[in-house]
Nanobody, 125 residues
Framework: QVQVVESGGGSVQAGDSLRLSCAVS????????VGWFRQAPGKGREFVSL????????KYADSVKGRFTISRDNAKRTVYLQMDALKPEDTALYSC??????????????????WGQGTQVTVSS
């Protein structure tokens, strides 16, 4: 059974930083790819960033490139999303999805098999 638990959200001012965590349990072969997505009120789920099992490959949405950094600690089975220079438009529910390595576009939320409940990030101006 795969479980995904996000934490680290909160309410901050524009320009502040937050670090989100995504703790994953379950067979490693099912959780090789971890993707962060976000959903603002009234909008669809948007890709933010992803990381492969070794941590060697990462990808970012253009809207967060240069401000967010994804990393993983495989010993702790946790993926982190360091968010710097936050903007009000970053306000959303942030969720992480996990899936095995395989075919498909990893930037699409429908490619992920397991999800956590999400953690809310609110950035005020």
């Amino acid at each position: 059974q795969v479980q995904v638990v996000e934490s680290g959200g909160g309410s901050v001012q524009a320009g502040d930083s937050l670090r989100l965590s995504c703790a994953v349990s379950g067979h490693p072969s099912l959780t090789q790819i971890v993707g962060w997505f976000r959903q603002a009120p009234g909008k669809g789920r948007e890709f933010v960033s992803l990381i492969t099992s070794s941590g060697a490959d990462t990808k970012y949405a253009d809207s967060v490139k240069g401000r967010f950094t994804i990393s993983r600690d495989n010993a702790k089975r946790t993926v982190y999303l360091q968010m710097d220079a936050l903007k009000p438009e970053d306000t959303a529910l942030y969720s992480c999805g996990v899936r095995p390595r395989g075919s498909g576009d990893y930037t699409l939320s429908r490619q992920y098999n397991y999800w956590g409940q999400g953690t809310q990030v609110t950035v005020s101006s």
